[in-house]
């Protein structure tokens, strides 16, 4: 399986970037996609996760803010964050898992400015 991740950026806090990732390969009907981050200096950590049957999870942190969603026809992940703030400065992840494996994205930088 293979991830194209896209849509990150600068932006000012409060405003918004949507997230994206594609997946591709042989693909199962049940899957779990979703996104991760991780800021200078500390883990990785999960923002959302999303599976294919429609159960999500979020971070508290991004609860209220950030929506995530799927294309299952199109094994595409997005992520709509909005009222984003200084500490969502990280490096976003695809993330993708079925039958027990997973499949990491190449990272997308997402910055924003106070």
């Known amino acids: 399986v293979q991830l194209q991740a896209s849509g990150g950026g600068l932006v000012q806090a409060g405003g918004s970037l949507r997230l994206s990732c594609a997946a591709s390969?042989?693909?199962?009907?049940?899957?779990?996609m979703g996104w991760y981050q991780q800021a200078p200096g500390k883990q990785r950590e999960l923002v959302a996760l999303r599976t294919s049957g429609g159960s999500t999870n979020y971070a508290d942190s991004v609860k209220g803010r950030f929506t995530i969603s799927r294309d299952n026809a199109k094994n595409t992940v997005y992520l709509q964050m909005n009222s984003l703030k200084p500490e969502d400065t990280a490096v976003y992840y695809c993330y993708f898992r079925q039958s027990g494996r997973d499949y990491w994205g190449q990272g997308t930088q997402v910055t924003v400015s106070s």
């Open positions: 390969g042989r693909i199962f009907s049940f899957n779990v």
